[in-house]
């Protein structure tokens, strides 16, 4: 350590960050802090880098989450400032995955909307599958397969192996149907689907995506800055 820098201990450390002198060790141990020094007893010498880093540490948390954040911070110690820059784009294309994700189910619902509003009435509350199909225009192998990968649920027979369609199975094969005519693949369904029969209706989670499209954006705002503190960090700014 030269001479004229200061020197702080882990209890200064701990103290300007408001944690206890073991986390502060836990932090140097998992990489979150660069090396310390030791005194001749043996004890550990912390200097304004590591208080720099400790800083970092908790801007680039707030948007990337703590595991990910250690892991951008070790890499930075490591001197594998590629893996590190890896970790953040990583995160931000995550991100943007999540946005497009929104973005779909938005449009779905929205056609969801459309369509609703000219669905013709059941003839009565419990069809069998080749009704059901008819009534939506399908084959009966397509809500077969709907049925296979988990999107439909409709009830047996008992004592047979007949299936029933109650208005509410009937209701999520007409979104399926109206989504796979959108070219939206079954893995894409599934979350529309829940989410409707979670939130109870469209305009619910309408609401509930609006909600987690503002998320993305604070979180998104909170990663910005975040990489701008790593950026100081690192540049030594």
């Known amino acids: 350590m030269g001479v004229g820098v200061e020197r702080l201990r882990s209890v200064d450390l701990a103290r300007v960050a408001g944690v206890s002198t073991q986390q502060i060790r836990n932090y140097e141990d998992a990489g979150v802090l660069p090396r310390a020094e030791r005194s ?3 004890y550990r010498w912390f200097t304004e880098r590591h208080r720099r880093a400790l800083g970092t540490f908790y801007e680039v948390r707030k948007g990337f989450g703590a595991p990910v954040a250690q892991a951008i911070m070790q890499a930075v110690h490591e001197d594998d400032l590629p893996e590190a820059l890896n970790l953040v784009s990583a995160s931000h294309a995550a991100l943007h995955e999540q946005r497009l994700n929104l973005k779909s189910v938005g449009e779905a ?3 969801i909307a459309r369509q609703d509003r000219a669905a013709p009435a059941l003839p009565r509350t419990e069809l069998r599958i080749g009704e059901v199909a008819a009534h939506l ?4 192998s397509a809500l077969r397969v709907w049925e296979s990968a988990g999107l439909l649920t409709p009830q047996r027979v008992p004592g047979s192996k007949y299936r ?3 208005p509410a199975d009937v209701r999520d094969a007409r979104m399926i149907s109206m989504l796979r005519q959108a070219r939206y693949p079954l893995p894409h369904i599934r979350p529309i689907l829940d989410g409707l029969r979670e939130s109870g209706s469209s305009d619910a ?6 909600d987690r499209l503002a998320a993305l954006t604070r ?5 910005l800055a975040g990489a701008s503190h790593l950026h100081r960090y690192v540049t030594g700014d």
């Not at 225009?137 to 009966?140: M, Y």
């Not at 989670?205 to 609006?210: D, I, K, P």
């Not at 979180?219 to 990663?223: F, K």
């Open 205 to 210: 989670l309408r609401a509930a995506v609006a």
């Open 219 to 223: 979180r998104a705002t909170a990663m």
């Open 40 to 42: 001749p007893a043996g």
């Open 137 to 140: 225009g399908v084959r009966p």
């Open 164 to 166: 029933t369609y109650r």
């Open 109 to 111: 619902l929205e056609l």
